[in-house]
Structures are given as C-alpha cells and as structure tokens.
C-alpha cells in the first residue's frame, strides 16, 4: 500500500504542467465520480489577499451554528491534511489516500494537476462525510480554477491585487474579471471591499448574480475593541474582534457574515452564536504572534497589498528594540515591491533560499532590497535562518518571518507549533 508521501509525490509529476487552467478534465473525473452537482450547499471565496480568513471565519460560524463544515484551503503549512477539513478537524491519511484511489480508478486517461486531486479529494470526502456545507477557497484566480466545477451558492472575491500576472493578467481589471467568474446568476456575489475594479461589477452584471457590497448592502462599525454588523434587518451589536490578530481581520469577519446572510445560512444566528464563533476563530501565520522575551511574528505576506496590510499591523504595536526579519520569498513575485514596503519596520535581514522549482537564491533577494538594508545573514533553509534569527536576538527584540507560505510553514515547525 502506498503511503500519503507517496501519492503526493506521484500527483506532482502526473500533468505535464504543474498548473493548467482548464475545467474540462477536472469537470469530467468529478462526474465520473458523481461529486456534481454537490449534495450540500456550497460557499466559493477568490481574492488576492483575505481569502484564508474569511474561510477561517466562515467555517467558525457554520460550525457554531451547530452545521456540519467542509473547509478546504491551500496550500499547506506544515501538514498536507490541513487542506481538507470536516468539523473542524484534518482528514486522515487514510480516508485521503482511499479518495485518491477512487480518483484514479474514475480518471480513466485524464491526467490531472496537483491541485485539482486535491480538490476532487476534498468534494469526494465532503460527500462522503456528509457535511451540510463546504466553504472551498480558490487556488488561483477563479474562473478556471478547479474549485469553479461548482456552482456556488453563494461566491465570495475579499479583494483584488496584483498576483499571478502571468496566468490571471497584468492588470487590476483583467484579474478582476478572473476572480468575479466564481459567480453564478441570480445567487449572491459578495465583496469584502467597496474598492473593487470596474471589471467586478460588469462580471457580476453579465452573469446576472446579486452582488453584496460593504457599505451599500452590509456595514460595519468599529468602536475601540467592539464592532457593530448591519445586512438588512440582520443586525449584532457589541461584537468582540475576531481571535485572528490585526485591524483588518473585521472585514474578513464582516465579508463572512454577510455571506452567510445573503446565502440564507443565518436562520438560528444569534448574537451568542456569532461571538462563540469569532472568539474561537484561528489560522496559522496571519499576522500570528508568539509572545515571549523575543516576540515572534508570523505572516505569509507574499503580494504588495499582504505587506502593506503586514506593516499597518506592525505600526500598531510597541516599537521593538530591534526587528529581525526572516525573509524568504519565491521569484515570481514583486520582491522589491514586498519588501521595500516592510523595509522601514526591520533593521536587520536574515535571507533564505525556498524549496521548490520557483525559488530565487538570497543573493538575489537582496539585490533587490533597499541600499541602507543590513543582512546579517544568508541561510541555506528555513530552519538555519529561524537558528540565526534567535541567536542573533535580545530580550526586547522582535523576529518577523514573512515571504510565502515556504517561509512560514517551516518556521512553525522549527518553534513547535
């Protein structure tokens, strides 16, 4: 019997390329299947930045509510499992690898990407578990990605940024169009910001959906540590911050919120439900803070507006003696771009090289860091950067590790979380 190691590493290599925009195959091993359409409702959420949280926020809710949730996410931190879960926990090994044996029983001749095993192996468990809804995340972009097999109850685009201009397009309205294709005609098509490009409004027009807009259909009112929600004659007052850290995190609750509204979910929400949900929220390296004599921060800030939201965050809290950045991003994003946007909140850098085919090596990484940057290290992983990072510390000194979900999950794993 093969291992779940070895099934990831036969999928790496089963497609011809590791990302192929394209539903017919997928669409068609899923109704081999018979995954379509779903026997359960379904929640979909695009975006550029925001999407893990809302999910995160989503799947709390659901689960408070006393229904049975479907979540999946990528990519993974430490654990392949933390993709799919059921009620709150990771599926087994054991019950991923008998989907992926009926996934390959069922394809026939298809071949199929990485992630869209993975997004069949979710729908196929969510069947099977069964759950009453599944809140899936798109992997990339919307229209064409795989998790667009399904027609979503309700769809979800939290913002739009420049990512993926290779595959989505080099513009803010071409990558608008992309991520409004999750939407479908007369259901919800929610916004978690007023400030989407003119493209995400004629999508939405064209597919005839109903869109949901902050400040026009939903509001939000923040008052020091409470927060105030409004959808209609939906109203909570007194709300406490979500447990996921940041100024931001309100929007992704309030975007969560109004989609559970406007999807019809809410019958039985009540105040109580909404607060157990928001206080027991959590997602690993958001903005997440290991206090101590050291204070470590995590975030897989890895587009310009992530790191953008990652300094006002910063700037909120206690100045550190000192900032110590572990930094390691892929060579397809706008590194100048991230870490000239953090580059006034760190005083020291310690580089890393990531694993895997998109990795760009810690010379050139601080090539394109500003001139009055001090690294004081280049190290060969994750792992001998967090070591050189806690040497290098003193009491009062902060140690920020940021760049991709590479950089983030093999931290987590260093400090034992």
Same mark, same amino acid.
């Given at each position: 019997?093969?291992?779940?190691?070895?099934?990831?590493?036969?999928?790496?290599?089963?497609?011809?390329?590791?990302?192929?925009?394209?539903?017919?195959?997928?669409?068609?091993?899923?109704?081999?299947?018979?995954?379509?359409?779903?026997?359960?409702?379904?929640?979909?959420?695009?975006?550029?930045?925001?999407?893990?949280?809302?999910?995160?926020?989503?799947?709390?809710?659901?689960?408070?509510?006393?229904?049975?949730?479907?979540?999946?996410?990528?990519?993974?931190?430490?654990?392949?499992?933390?993709?799919?879960?059921?009620?709150?926990?990771?599926?087994?090994?054991?019950?991923?690898?008998?989907?992926?044996?009926?996934?390959?029983?069922?394809?026939?001749?298809?071949?199929?990407?990485?992630?869209?095993?993975?997004?069949?192996?979710?729908?196929?468990?969510?069947?099977?578990?069964?759950?009453?809804?599944?809140?899936?995340?798109?992997?990339?972009?919307?229209?064409?990605?795989?998790?667009?097999?399904?027609?979503?109850?309700?769809?979800?685009?939290?913002?739009?940024?420049?990512?993926?201009?290779?595959?989505?397009?080099?513009?803010?309205?071409?990558?608008?169009?992309?991520?409004?294709?999750?939407?479908?005609?007369?259901?919800?098509?929610?916004?978690?910001?007023?400030?989407?490009?003119?493209?995400?409004?004629?999508?939405?027009?064209?597919?005839?959906?109903?869109?949901?807009?902050?400040?026009?259909?939903?509001?939000?009112?923040?008052?020091?540590?409470?927060?105030?929600?409004?959808?209609?004659?939906?109203?909570?007052?007194? !709300? +406490?911050?979500? *447990?996921?850290?940041?100024? &931001?995190? #309100?929007?992704? =609750?309030?975007?969560?919120?109004? %989609?559970?509204? @406007?999807?019809?979910?809410?019958?039985?929400?009540?105040?109580?439900?909404?607060?157990?949900?928001?206080?027991?929220?959590?997602?690993?390296?958001?903005?997440?803070?290991?206090?101590?004599?050291?204070?470590?921060?995590?975030?897989?800030?890895?587009?310009?507006?992530?790191?953008?939201?990652?300094?006002?965050?910063?700037?909120?809290?206690?100045?550190?003696?000192?900032?110590?950045?572990?930094?390691?991003?892929?060579?397809?994003?706008?590194?100048?771009?991230?870490?000239?946007?953090?580059?006034?909140?760190?005083?020291?850098?310690?580089?890393?090289?990531?694993?895997?085919?998109?990795?760009?090596?810690?010379?050139?990484?601080?090539?394109? !860091? +500003?001139?009055? *940057?001090?690294?004081?290290? &280049?190290? #060969?992983?994750? =792992?001998?950067?967090?070591?050189? %990072?806690?040497? @290098?510390?003193?009491?009062?000194?902060?140690?920020?590790?940021?760049?991709?979900?590479?950089?983030?999950?093999?931290?987590?794993?260093?400090?034992?979380?």
């Amino acid at each position: 019997m093969r291992s779940l190691a070895d099934w990831l590493e036969q999928q790496q290599k089963s497609h011809p390329s590791a990302i192929d925009l394209d539903l017919t195959r997928v669409r068609g091993v899923a109704q081999a299947l018979g995954l379509l359409p779903p026997t359960y409702r379904v929640v979909t959420v695009a975006g550029t930045n925001g999407k893990g949280s809302t999910v995160a926020c989503l799947d709390a809710l659901f689960r408070a509510s006393g229904k049975r949730s479907g979540r999946f996410t990528s990519p993974h931190l430490v654990r392949y499992n933390e993709r799919i879960c059921i009620d709150g926990n990771e599926v087994s090994d054991a019950d991923l690898i008998a989907s992926f044996e009926r996934i390959e029983a069922a394809r026939g001749s298809t071949t199929l990407t990485f992630f869209e095993y993975n997004a069949l192996a979710a729908l196929d468990l969510f069947r099977r578990a069964p759950v009453d809804v599944a809140v899936l995340e798109v992997g990339l972009g919307g229209r064409l990605d795989a998790t667009n097999i399904v027609d979503a109850d309700v769809g979800v685009v939290c913002s739009i940024g420049l990512d993926h201009v290779e595959w989505l397009g080099d513009s803010i309205e071409q990558i608008g169009r992309e991520k409004a294709g999750i939407f479908r005609a007369g259901r919800p098509a929610v916004l978690g910001s007023a400030l989407m490009p003119v493209s995400v409004g004629k999508t939405i027009a064209e597919i005839g959906a109903r869109p949901v807009a902050p400040g026009t259909h939903y509001r939000t009112r923040v008052d020091g540590e409470r927060w105030d929600f409004e959808f209609g004659s939906f109203v909570l007052r007194d !709300l +406490p911050l979500p *447990a996921i850290p940041g100024a &931001h995190q #309100v929007g992704n =609750a309030a975007t969560a919120l109004a %989609a559970i509204v @406007a999807g019809g979910f809410h019958v039985g929400l009540s105040h109580a439900v909404v607060v157990q949900a928001l206080e027991a929220v959590r997602i690993a390296g958001r903005f997440q803070r290991i206090p101590g004599e050291v204070e470590w921060i995590l975030d897989v800030a890895h587009n310009v507006p992530a790191a953008e939201t990652l300094r006002d965050n910063l700037r909120q809290l206690p100045r550190a003696r000192r900032t110590i950045a572990v930094c390691g991003i892929l060579g397809d994003k706008d590194i100048r771009g991230i870490t000239g946007t953090l580059a006034a909140e760190i005083d020291a850098w310690i580089l890393v090289t990531l694993a895997g085919p998109r990795a760009v090596s810690t010379q050139q990484i601080a090539a394109q !860091l +500003p001139g009055n *940057a001090s690294v004081i290290s &280049h190290a #060969v992983d994750v =792992a001998d950067a967090c070591r050189g %990072a806690r040497n @290098a510390a003193r009491p009062g000194d902060r140690v920020l590790v940021f760049g991709s979900f590479l950089t983030v999950g093999p931290a987590l794993e260093f400090l034992g979380l």
